[in-house]
């Protein structure tokens, strides 16, 4: 993997310090990857408040208050899930922004109608907003989980800079 990644990560601390906020992530398929991309930048304890692992349903709804109905209703990689998820996570915060991931990595677990690649991210902003956005990846399991973490880090700078301009 090339350095995009890293440089994705300290792009986003120098926002969000600038701005004085702090970043909380909310993770399934990428098992905490979107985490230590952060904290492997130096400083990041200045803008980086948590990160939480949420790969089963029952923790989804323990951890982040994911309704059950949601779940049942929608499914784990759904776009209500994963705007549940970043909420939960941000909790009403408002000296925070936040993402979340949700989806298929593979090999196994796709269907017809969510095949692997199948991936819901969530953002948050400071102001209480919440969006969200489906992307399909191909590849194997590990790189489906990358560009995962890649599109979770330029999401949410693009949500930033938007905000930055309204």
């Known amino acids: 993997m ?3 990644i890293y440089h ?12 004085q906020l702090h970043l909380v992530t909310a993770e399934s398929c990428t098992g905490g990857w979107l985490a230590k991309v952060i904290t492997d930048v130096s400083g990041s304890s ?12 029952a923790s989804k709804q323990r951890l982040l ?4 109905a949601t779940l049942d209703t929608f499914g784990a990689v759904s776009r209500e ?16 922004v936040g993402v979340s991931v949700t989806g298929i990595a593979g090999p196994d677990g796709g269907t017809t109608g969510k095949p692997v690649g199948t991936v ?5 902003l400071a ?19 990358y560009l995962a973490v890649v599109t979770a880090l330029k999401g949410l700078m693009e949500r930033l800079e938007k ?3 309204v």
Not at 8 to 19: C, D, I, P, T, Y
Not at 120 to 124: K, T, V
């Open 46 to 57: 200045g803008w980086f408040e948590q990160g939480v692992v949420v790969y089963s349903n």
């Open 8 to 19: 994705l990560a300290e792009q986003l601390g120098k926002v969000l310090l600038s701005r």
């Open 163 to 165: 905000h930055e301009q």
């Open 81 to 96: 899930t994963a705007e549940a998820m970043v909420s939960g996570a941000l909790s009403g915060r408002q000296d925070c």
């Open 127 to 145: 102001d209480g907003s919440v969006s969200s956005q489906l992307y399909r990846f191909s590849g194997d399991r590990r790189r489906v989980r």
């Open 65 to 68: 208050n994911v309704p059950a």
């Open 2 to 4: 090339d350095d995009e």
């Open 120 to 124: 819901w991210f969530g953002w948050g």
